[in-house]
Nanobody
Framework: QVQLVESGGGLVQAGGSLRLSCAAS????????MAWFRQAPGKEREFVAR????????YYTIPVKDRFTISRDNAKNTVSLQMNSLKPEDTAVYYC????????????????WGQGTQVTVSS
């Protein structure tokens, strides 16, 4: 009954910005660490960013560290990913993931996944 639903993907030019959102239901949201992963065609799913249940701890993969910001609103059961200065190599399907008390950076650290939202960055 746990459900994660992503939104906000789309087409943007290099250097532009997008904000992704993930709405969670069917869980005690504040107990779940949340993360964003991405997967390009023919490539393995890779970690992008994660945030602890309280929102006090964040971590990013080096390629996005100075450009993306993960945040959460536990009152609204949502997690967001603000993406600035987008590059063509950011093109991928972006997935929202949750795991109880998780602060991990691998897909195996998360039990629940959204369906994904497409982000395409043109050059």
């Amino acid at each position: 009954q746990v459900q994660l639903v992503e939104s906000g993907g789309g087409l943007v030019q290099a250097g532009g910005s997008l904000r992704l959102s993930c709405a969670a239901s069917g869980l005690t949201f504040s107990r779940y660490g949340m993360a964003w992963f991405r997967q390009a065609p023919g490539k393995e799913r890779e970690f992008v960013a994660r945030i602890s249940g309280s929102g006090t701890s964040t971590y990013y993969t080096i390629p996005v560290k100075d450009r993306f910001t993960i945040s959460r609103d536990n009152a609204k059961n949502t997690v967001s990913l603000q993406m600035n200065s987008l590059k063509p190599e950011d093109t991928a399907v972006y997935y929202c993931a949750g795991g109880e008390y998780s602060i991990g950076i691998t897909q195996y650290d998360y039990d629940y996944w959204g369906q994904g939202t497409q982000v395409t960055v043109s050059s």
